[in-house]
């Protein structure tokens, strides 16, 4: 069974320019989450989609982040313009249902870093 | 707002070693609590969980939790740690809406 896979595994980017980073959940995963790393912090929950629906976006930092997932298959998760603070590592994860929605399996991750 | 806290950020031990890591977290209501492991150079992964019943849970690898609802914590054990342990351990709290909340996690690093 292939993982979750993520795409790309590093970008270096310039203030103001975009960036989309992709995520490819495990086939069958209804639910697909995005968390970010800045370094020295904890890992953060960013969104929530359950198929192609946002079931929760609280943790979108600001209207700079725009996330989608098309089909209830991948997701996208664009930042424009980045900010500096934007660096971090961009985790994606998806699980199934019930209390498996917990048990999320993650991919490795992107490393984005603004300059 | 729900938060988890843990207590060392870099632990180093030898092999043979016994290992505690420290985890609070802050809600006080039904709680389902995790560990997750980011091996070095791989993806973050489960090691163990606690939605009810034993408070004491067993996990991967030979790693188990203890749940105290007094004290808040879910601290993480091995009676014996390996090199292969090294790695960067998470805990973690399940939200309302299905994310998980972090820890800042705690980096172990095993001499062999």
């Known amino acids: 069974e292939a993982g979750v896979t993520q795409f790309p595994s590093h970008s270096v980017i310039e203030k103001g320019q975009t960036v989309t980073l992709r995520c490819d959940p495990i086939?069958?995963?209804?639910?697909l989450y995005w968390y970010r790393r800045v370094m020295g912090k904890e890992i953060k929950f960013l969104l929530h989609?359950?198929?192609?629906?946002?079931?929760?976006e609280s943790g979108m930092p600001n209207n700079r982040f725009l996330a989608e997932r098309t089909g209830g298959t991948y997701s996208t998760l664009k930042v424009q313009p980045a900010e500096l603070e934007d660096s971090g590592v961009y985790f994606c994860?998806?699980?199934?249902?019930?209390?498996?929605?917990?048990?999320?399996?993650f991919g490795p991750g992107t490393r984005l870093t603004v300059t | 707002a729900q938060s988890v806290s843990q207590h060392n950020h870099h632990v180093i031990l030898s092999e043979a070693a016994s290992l505690e890591l420290g985890c609070n977290y802050s809600y006080g209501g039904t709680v389902n609590l995790f560990w997750y492991v980011q091996y070095p150079g791989q993806h973050l992964q489960l090691l163990l969980k606690y939605f009810s019943g034993d408070p004491l849970v067993k996990g991967i690898k030979g790693f188990e939790a203890e749940f105290i609802k007094s004290k808040f914590s879910f601290n993480l054990r091995k009676p014996s740690v390996q090199w292969s342990d090294t790695a960067e351990y998470f805990c973690?709290?399940?939200?309302?809406?299905?994310?998980?909340?972090f820890g800042k996690g705690t980096k172990l690093s095993v001499k062999p």
């Open positions: 989609f359950v198929k192609e629906s946002k079931q929760d």
């Open positions: 973690a709290v399940g939200g309302s809406q299905g994310n998980l909340i």
């Open positions: 086939s069958g995963h209804d639910n």
């Open positions: 994860a998806s699980s199934l249902t019930g209390l498996a929605v917990y048990e999320q399996y």
